[in-house]
């Protein structure tokens, strides 16, 4: 299947006017011209790589879109996936926890992630995107340990990220705003958020435990079986540093500009949210993703809570970005594939997958069509793509 006419998004730059093949679910050849007698016209839009996300929270509110109004675990699988599909995911890490005392409840409980995290790697092969899953780790909660490392020597997930929720620190380092956002949430007064926050932190203190070993234990045990890691929330130079050494290879929403650049020198990668990027600001007074991307030391863009801001944003930070389209676009293409060592996507290169996204750069950005291994995942119908066997199968 040739698509021709499109304005082809390499790693390095942009064909303005090229032609791209699909064979047998691979890039089989690129032309820097149009041909003749396509199969898909593209009339000037976008031609991109699949994106990749390596940190989706959307997962437990497909299966729980109310508290305590729990789904089939099937149908919250397939809306999810249709709707990573329809944003131009074509590899999606579903971000699910173990946590004690969060405002999900049971849903971040060992049983229900546990089985959360089964579920889906049984439906992969019935879903449209690739699904892989990114646990995220407390490491207050070291009750969780056995359970985490049995899911990951038994193959069933693919990224281990190492969260500190505790207030005073990390996301929520600064209380004033977290006590404001946790008395909005919960609708209660200042005093009673401040009680409740409080309670938090002396139970970390009862539960924690030896913080040093449970780093190593999940580090050691990541490392064994070949699992990245990524730290969460790094608020400082001392703590960037300690990731690293446990050999994080991500940096996940630094908090300040100064633990990003230190993640930049001790060679991890910066994620982001695209939220954060497209909104030019953090929901929780932190690190913005554009003043990261300005610095130049933002590699990545995740879906965070929202994947439709996925496309939107890199076509905000391209107008900003010195390499334009095709640097910005790598933020959510081939700079995850590479660390998370996804070797056959992430970019425009013969011989790779042909996960591909068909994108308008109108407005705000929409995607009109998504491919996954050359299989037609998603239309808008604005773009005519003919019904083949080849095209869905």
Partial sequence: ???????????????????????DGLIAEIREEPVADADVVGHGLILM??????????????????????MPMEMGLRDLDRKLAGTGVTTAYAAV????????????????????IRA????????LVDHKVHARFEVTFPAALAVVQELIAEGSVDLISLCDHTPGQGQYRNLEIHLANVA???????????????????????????????????SQHCALHGVPLASHDDDTIAKVALMQELGARISEFP????AAREARTRGL???????????????????????????GVLDILAADYHPSAML????????????????????????????????????????????????????VGYVRATFSRGRLIYSDGGVSIPVTRASFG
């Fill in 1 to 23: 299947m040739w698509l021709s006419d499109f304005r082809l998004v390499l790693a390095d730059r942009v064909i303005d006017r090229g032609a791209l093949r699909i064979e």
């Fill in 49 to 70: 790589p699949g994106m990749i996300d390596m940190h989706g929270d959307m997962i437990e509110r497909e299966l729980e879109p109310r508290p305590n109004v729990p």
């Fill in 97 to 116: 926890s173990f946590s004690p005392g969060s405002t999900y409840g049971h849903l971040r409980s060992y049983d229900h992630t546990s089985a959360m």
């Fill in 120 to 127: 889906l790697r049984a439906h992969r092969q019935h879903l």
């Fill in 184 to 218: 909005k949430a919960k609708g209660i007064s200042l005093d009673e958020a401040a009680a409740t926050v409080q309670a938090r932190i002396e139970e970390k203190k009862r539960t924690v435990g030896d913080l040093a070993a449970t780093l190593k234990a999940i």
């Fill in 255 to 258: 908090v300040t500009i100064e």
């Fill in 269 to 295: 990668y910066n994620a982001m949210g695209a939220p954060n990027a497209l909104r030019g600001m953090s929901y929780s007074g932190n690190l913005s993703a554009r003043e990261a991307h300005e610095e």
């Fill in 312 to 363: 939107p944003a890199v076509l905000v930070l391209a107008r900003a970005d010195r390499g334009g389209l095709a640097a910005a676009a790598r933020l959510v293409t081939l700079n995850p594939a590479r660390v998370l060592g996804l070797e056959d996507r992430g970019e425009l290169r013969e011989g790779l997958r042909a996960d591909l996204v068909i994108a308008d750069d109108g407005d």
